[in-house]
């Protein structure tokens, strides 16, 4: 539908939009080809150590994938086959917190948990080790986990109760009932799960750096900061980034194709019927769903007796309340730049729909979200290298900081905006249209439809706004912390009770922020059309 952007000033927007982003990208590139003589270095791509890294990267990417979701399917099923479990409503709000929680936030709990020192370290094997393989997996499978078992028990809420019944008239058994009725409704969304979750951890850096434990354990997103930081060979560094953002741009553009995954949707659909659970089979969920609540909250348990060992003579209260000031203040901006973009990205994507240009489609979405492949460090450092001999950066870094951390969230806006809107186009955007509204009056139609959608997905940016080191690392001022980089360096130095402390408070704002994106969730529900409050233009 051309109408959504045929305006004097909005189709130069959109433009703009789509410019800035690529541009960033290209830039990045650029910044890293341009100094010193930097070129692609194919022969390393034979190199057995980069081999090594190679292997390492998709091994523990593929088994963080596979352990993820084995663990998540039977805890989804037993949030679908017992509706009336205790607390089912909070303990998908502590998934959700757990998957987007700053990461090291969960470093330190994992730490002060099975870390040399760690809580329960005495009760495990004496050859276990925090430091590599165990625990990135570890880490990993901790934040992914609750992901899937949000994606996997809203698909198995999809299926219609007439399928349940049939498989009861035809006396099916609790096997094929599961190889007839579950998996052919969840195998897409499990397909597109495993590719996903698999993107996020082979990109994954701040875990890999603190709990890779050594060069056998090192990614290649990790190679790409060891190349850029200690050697500066900037040659290596652009290699592995386009080896990185080719594999990961594969995976992502199959996932595209696959379809979407409504990970952050609440959980508001009516209990219809269904098939009870045997009683063993009770049992087994049961349990299941309380070792999964003991799982989620110790590393977060685990902070509260290293922070009662904090010399509070000897805390500086002002540089950590200015540091969760200042990371608030940064996260807002991101997020609130996030948004407008979003919005703006979406709206060919939307046309293309309604079109039904698919391959368009995909190609523009592919474009707005190809952030969520690229590397982070790489676009930071690509353009601090670009950027430091022409401007001020002591002056306009914070500018930069805001701008890439805006265009890292876009991939996560865009995926929860989109439904919505594209609900909105299908039921009343023909009708829009042949309206002739402006673009300003559309955005009033449009706006009490997606209004609880876009507080939520506000509060999603600005939560992983928080969380962000990598960005803040190249582009941040060293005498204003931000929270995660003032929980980085008390880690540095050893202090882990002042560590746990910032981690506390960091985690007690997401867990506001959580509070709220759930809280406006639960009001964006596929209403009926007779609901006034959730009519375009009410």
């Known amino acids: 539908m051309s109408a959504l952007t045929d305006s004097r000033w909005l189709k130069p927007a959109v433009l703009f939009a789509y410019s800035l982003i690529l541009l960033i990208t290209a830039l990045a590139f650029y910044g890293l080809i341009g100094f010193d003589g930097a070129s692609l270095q194919t022969g390393l791509l ?57 990461t090291l936030v969960l470093i330190t709990g994992l730490v002060s948990l099975l870390g040399r020192s760690g809580i329960i370290t005495p009760l495990l094997p004496d050859n276990f080790n925090l430091y590599g393989l165990n625990g990135i997996l570890i880490a990993h499978v901790y934040l992914n986990t609750p992901l899937a078992v949000r994606v996997l028990s809203q698909q198995m809420g999809h299926i219609p109760d007439t399928s349940w019944r049939l498989a009861q008239q035809l006396r099916l058994s609790r096997w094929q009932q599961f190889t007839h009725v579950e998996w052919p409704a969840i195998k897409p ?16 850096f701040a875990v890999v750096l603190a709990l890779g434990g050594g060069p056998g354990s090192t990614t290649l997103e990790v190679a790409i900061y060891q190349a ?23 995976i992502f553009a199959l996932i595209a194709r696959m379809g979407k995954l409504n990970w952050l949707s609440a959980d508001t659909a009516s209990q219809r019927w269904q098939p009870g659970l045997g009683r063993n089979s009770a049992r087994f969920h049961l349990g299941l769903y309380y070792l999964s609540w003991l799982l989620l909250l110790l590393p977060l348990l685990a902070l509260l007796p290293t922070v009662m060992r904090v010399d509070l003579a000897k805390l500086d209260l002002p540089d950590l309340v200015s540091a969760a000031g200042y990371s608030l203040l940064l996260g807002f901006a991101a997020a609130l730049l996030a948004m407008l973009l979003s919005w703006l990205l979406l709206l060919p994507i ?13 190609l523009l979405q592919w474009l707005a979200t190809h952030t969520l492949v690229a590397p982070a460090m790489v676009l930071s450092t690509g353009l601090y290298i670009l950027l430091l001999p022409r401007i001020d950066l002591e002056q306009w870094g914070i500018f930069w900081l805001v701008l890439i951390n805006s265009v890292l969230l876009l991939p996560f806006v865009i995926a929860q905006l989109k439904p919505r809107v594209l609900q909105f186009d299908q ?18 139609v449009i706006w009490p439809f997606i209004r609880p959608v876009a507080k939520g997905s506000f509060a999603l940016a600005l939560l992983l706004a928080l969380g962000d080191v990598a960005v803040f690392s190249i582009f941040g001022d060293n005498n ?8 980085y360096g008390y880690a540095g130095s050893y202090r882990m009770a002042e560590a746990a402390l910032a981690s506390l408070l960091l985690l007690t704002i997401c867990a506001l922020l959580v509070f709220f994106f759930e809280r406006h969730q639960t009001r964006n529900p596929n209403r009926s059309a007779d609901n006034h409050t959730d009519q375009p233009g009410s």
């Open 189 to 204: 969304s499990l397909l597109m799960l495993l590719g996903f979750i698999f993107v996020l951890c082979f990109n994954s």
């Open 46 to 102: 034979t190199d057995p150590y980069i081999l090594q890294i190679l292997s390492f990267s998709l091994e523990q990417a593929g088994l963080s994938a596979l352990i993820s979701v084995a663990l998540a399917l039977p805890i989804a099923r037993a949030l679908h086959f017992m509706p009336q479990l205790w607390a089912k409503r909070a303990f998908l709000s502590l998934c959700l917190l757990s998957f987007v929680m700053p």
């Open 350 to 362: 939307r046309s293309a729909s309604l079109q039904h240009q698919e391959n368009r489609r995909i």
């Open 427 to 444: 039921q009343y955007g023909r009708l829009s249209a042949n309206l002739g509204l402006s673009p300003l009056e559309q955005f009033r």
């Open 228 to 250: 850029l930081k200690y050697d500066f060979n900037l040659s290596e560094a652009l290699t592995l980034a386009w080896l990185q953002f080719t594999l990961a741009g594969l």
């Open 480 to 487: 204003t912390m931000t929270l995660p980089w003032l929980i």
